[in-house]
């Protein structure tokens, strides 16, 4: 997703540089800084991405090598850019040439791009690929990643859970802070929106907790569930991978109010019975199921003690 919107954005800032001549100074000022803005979050977003895809190619542990043959490519193909661009430029002499010819260039590049994009398969499982293969297993069978990419929206938004039918029934928010999950908690299950005792917290806590991660959910609401995933010190990526089939199972289930606190305990052993059954064929079949792709960004980490949890 990164690696094309990152295209998008250096694309919108060369059509940007190609308007600002038709503005006053003043207003040109405005937008070419913006263009600027917008070749610095290309840079951001092209430089992650592509740190992603250097370490799914390196398989043998070879990444420098990797890195210096793409940017020797990088500079081939940059050279024969230019020798391309100074042969063209000497066919364009009006206006109605000039933005012809960026317009059909923008679009090849976007559209090569996203083939690009749509060619590679990776093989750890980020929330998206994460629910397509649930509902593969469900079904009995264990998809390739080769597969899963075929069904995958390059852009997709996050947190999102969807049904067999690619529905959106939940959203599920991955490493939330330990006070948001209490305010979820306490305004599905708490009518006084409050904990009476700290023996009270602790225990709706352990009882919520899949494998070693924290998930609880608030009442149903326009027909999908909000649920919100607290990581705990010794959470491990296949204990958030659990978590989330544990919300996607409960989402596809038509309980609502009180009976989703008790359908979260219900369903984690059905879940983590499904991980363990079908571990060693997603690892045949080429998941990477040891390296977490489903925490997007730095989430707080707590520990549960007796009588309370403190926040690490």
């Given amino acids: 997703m990164y690696r094309l919107l990152a295209d998008v954005l250096n694309d919108f800032a060369f059509v940007l540089d190609c308007l600002s001549s038709a503005f006053p100074r003043a207003i040109r000022v405005v937008i070419l800084s913006f263009s600027s803005v917008l070749r610095a979050l290309c840079g951001v977003a092209a430089g992650s991405a592509k740190a992603s895809l250097s370490a799914h190619f390196a398989r043998w542990g070879n990444l420098g090598e990797l890195n ?52 590679v398969s990776m093989r750890t499982l980020n929330r998206q690929r994460a629910t397509i293969v649930y509902h593969h297993l469900k079904r009995g069978r264990v998809p390739t990643p080769e597969e899963v990419s075929k069904q995958e929206r390059i852009f997709e ?9 690619d529905r959106v029934i939940g959203h599920c ?61 010794g959470t491990k990526s296949v204990d958030i991978l659990a978590a989330w089939w544990t919300a996607l199972a409960v989402a596809e289930s038509n309980v609502s109010g009180e009976q989703v606190r008790s359908e979260v305990k219900g369903k984690r052993p059905t879940v983590q019975a499904l991980l363990e059954k079908y571990t060693a064929d997603l690892t045949m079949a080429g998941w990477d199921l040891a390296t977490g792709a489903m925490e997007t960004k730095s989430s707080p980490r707590v520990t549960i003690t007796s009588p309370q949890a403190h926040l690490l």
């Fill in 68 to 119: 210096a043959k793409d940017s020797s490519q990088e500079t081939v193909i940059s050279l024969i850019g230019m020798l391309a661009g100074s042969v063209v430029v000497t066919w364009i002499t009006t206006p109605i040439a000039n933005w012809t010819t960026l317009v059909l260039l923008l679009a090849i590049h976007l559209e090569t791009n996203r083939r690009a994009v749509r060619a």
């Fill in 157 to 165: 938004w996050d947190g999102v859970l969807r049904d067999g039918n």
């Fill in 173 to 233: 928010t991955v490493g939330a802070s330990l006070g948001e999950y209490l305010t979820v908690s306490s305004s599905a299950h708490k009518a006084t929106g409050s904990f009476e005792t700290s023996d009270d917290l602790t225990a709706l806590m352990t009882e919520n907790a899949a494998g070693d991660c924290l998930l609880t959910s608030s009442g149903r609401s326009g027909g999908s569930l909000r649920f919100v995933m607290v990581l705990t010190k």
